[in-house]
């Protein structure tokens, strides 16, 4: 499954506007139908988490006019992309205590190494991923 969206954000405007703000909202609900179909219900709460946290990532920082989600179950895994098409790696920093957001990363990284996971970059930094184990490869 693999869906896209184009971002209307002026050239030189810094924040999403709010309807592509709500496009996040849209490509999680495109997710979880992607699981329910795929019988993976169980992995919902993680994967919206990631999902909502790597878009979110995408378009408050890339930059961009497109973003693409695509979501795989390949071999034992399931795979999450998004890719913004903007170069420069994605990297998990830990804000100061009092920081109200710039931690996403940081909770996809958690949660990627629960389940048995991975995240990282690909593309010279145009694609971030993660591959989460399913659900009965998970090790116990």
Do not use: Y
């Not at 804000?95 to 996809?108: F, K």
């Amino acid at each position: 499954m693999s869906e896209h969206f184009k971002v209307s954000r002026a050239v030189g405007e810094l924040l999403p506007r709010r309807e592509d703000a709500c496009r996040v909202g849209i490509m999680r609900r495109i997710a979880a139908a992607r699981l329910r179909h795929c019988g993976l219900e169980s992995m919902t709460d993680d994967v919206m988490l990631i999902v909502s946290e790597l878009l979110t990532n995408a378009l408050k920082h890339s930059g961009t006019t497109e973003i693409s989600l695509r979501i795989a179950v390949e071999e034992e895994t399931l795979s999450i992309r998004v890719r913004d098409g903007m170069p420069g790696a994605s990297t998990a920093q830990r804000p100061q205590d009092m920081a109200e957001s710039g931690r996403g990363l940081l909770l996809v990284e958690a949660i990627t190494a629960q389940c048995g996971g991975a995240w990282g970059t690909a593309d010279a930094g145009a694609t971030t991923w993660c591959r989460l184990a399913l659900p009965e490869a998970v090790p116990s």
